[in-house]
């Protein structure tokens, strides 16, 4: 039954929009979506540091879609469709605001440092930081002053990424506690997305162990990027950990998603 499947462009056919550090994105198959292909690049510090990571992409695409479904099924809109292979999604297009959004419950990374606080530290309160997506500068963090005299998005969008940041928060909070898991801090990034005349704010990017600090409840083990930033090792088994926690991986299943397949 070959023939009903939607057929896709060969990628080295396909158009390609945008090529970031970790993901390409390609013109999708129906007007106003693109395709988003996850690569196995690790970047830190700016791209100054840089490794292939071996079946990285494929547990980011799988995490990341896990996490964009139950957000969906929530009412958080998202631009994610649905997941097409290995390391392609299907998503909305939508035009993204040159912020980082970052949310914080616990002390670490650049906030420890520029704060002079003890990672590990609870916060008295989630925090959101806001960063300007601009590689050049290295995302200088900015204040809503300069987010609204800028132009980069208006009171009433900063209202709307505030509260989506929030109930996104809450979700992952709870999603992870429930599999053993601290969510520390996480990085999102938001689009506005068009419906004929009507605009909303939707979430946009990926959600992944690249993107969250996650830390072990029990051990403090670091279950994120911070092992190839921080060059601890064991990156990918820290991913497949979460990927299994999540129950999205099953118990022997290659990462790098090589192994059989059952064909139906
Ligand atoms: N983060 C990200 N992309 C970035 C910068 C940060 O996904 O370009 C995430 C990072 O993984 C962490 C959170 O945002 O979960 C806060 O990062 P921080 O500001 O502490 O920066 P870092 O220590 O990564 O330099």
């Known amino acids: 039954?070959?023939?009903?499947?939607?057929?896709?462009?060969?990628?080295?056919?396909?158009?390609?929009?945008?090529?970031?550090?970790?993901?390409?994105?390609?013109?999708?198959?129906?007007?106003?979506?693109?395709?988003?292909?996850?690569?196995?690049?690790?970047?830190?510090?700016?791209?100054?540091?840089?490794?292939?990571?071996?079946?990285?992409?494929?547990?980011?695409?799988?995490?990341?879609?896990?996490?964009?479904?139950?957000l969906n099924e929530i009412g958080v809109p998202t631009h994610f469709i649905r997941r097409l292979n290995m390391r392609e999604q299907l998503i909305r297009e939508v035009e993204i605001i040159p912020l980082e959004v970052v949310v914080r419950n616990v002390a670490a990374g650049s906030m420890a440092t520029r704060l002079g606080i003890e990672e590990g530290t609870q916060l008295p309160r989630s925090i959101i930081e806001f960063y300007y997506k601009n590689d050049q500068l290295g995302d200088p963090?900015?204040?809503?002053?300069?987010?609204?005299?800028?132009?980069?998005?208006?009171?009433?969008?900063?209202?709307?990424?505030?509260?989506?940041?929030?109930?996104?928060?809450?979700?992952?909070?709870?999603?992870?506690?429930?599999?053993?898991?601290?969510?520390?801090?996480?990085?999102?990034?938001?689009?506005?997305?068009?419906?004929?005349?009507?605009?909303?704010?939707?979430?946009?990017?990926?959600?992944?162990?690249?993107?969250?600090?996650?830390?072990?409840?029990?051990?403090?083990?670091k279950l994120d990027k911070d092992r190839f930033r921080r060059d601890l090792g064991g990156l990918i088994e820290a991913y497949t950990d979460v990927a299994r926690r999540l129950g999205i991986m099953a118990e022997n299943e290659p990462p790098q998603g090589r192994g059989p397949v059952l064909v139906q």
């Open 1 to 70: 039954m070959d023939f009903l499947k939607p057929r896709y462009t060969p990628m080295s056919r396909r158009r390609k929009i945008y090529e970031g550090k970790a993901k390409i994105l390609y013109e999708g198959p129906e007007p106003a979506t693109l395709i988003q292909h996850f690569k196995d690049d690790a970047t830190a510090f700016n791209a100054k540091k840089h490794e292939i990571v071996d079946g990285k992409g494929v547990l980011n695409n799988r995490i990341s879609e896990y996490v964009f479904q139950r």
């Open 141 to 221: 963090m900015v204040s809503e002053e300069h987010i609204t005299a800028f132009g980069w998005a208006t009171t009433h969008e900063i209202d709307d990424i505030i509260a989506l940041a929030t109930r996104v928060n809450d979700f992952l909070s709870g999603l992870f506690l429930g599999i053993g898991i601290r969510l520390v801090d996480f990085k999102i990034e938001c689009g506005r997305l068009w419906e004929n005349d009507m605009m909303r704010i939707v979430l946009a990017d990926e959600i992944s162990p690249d993107t969250c600090r996650l830390w072990d409840i029990k051990t403090n083990e």
